[in-house]
Nanobody, 119 residues
């Protein structure tokens, strides 16, 4: 089992910045990849960015060049640096950890943290 706790959400102005954190605990050794997802009101949850154990990253087109995902393995923490925020970035942001056991992927989720971009 993996437990994830997000923090860092809140209100930001358009063009501003915000940094989200995700602290992992439990069976951390089993994690193959981690990521950030978000869900806006009335919309489905969507991928924001992912990072593998080797450090490879992947971003949604909508956040490329503005958001940066990173991991601090010593602190068992993942980050999402969000710059040049737009109103359409407003959503609940969820931390995800994925583990592969045999041929089956298992996903763990945090409770979510609200990010609101508004003037």
């Amino acid at each position: 089992q993996v437990q994830l706790v997000e923090s860092g959400g809140g209100l930001a102005q358009p063009g501003g910045s915000r940094r989200l954190s995700c602290a992992a605990s439990g069976s951390i050794f089993s994690i193959n990849a981690m990521g950030w997802y978000r869900q806006a009101p009335g919309k489905e949850r969507e991928l924001v960015a992912t990072i593998t154990n080797s450090g490879s990253t992947n971003y949604a087109d909508s956040v490329k060049g503005r958001f940066t995902i990173s991991r601090d393995n010593a602190k068992n923490t993942m980050y999402l640096q969000m710059n040049s925020l737009k109103s359409e970035d407003t959503a609940v942001y969820y931390c995800n950890a994925a583990t592969l056991r045999g041929l089956t992927w298992y996903n763990y989720w945090g409770q979510g943290t609200q990010v609101t971009v508004s003037s």
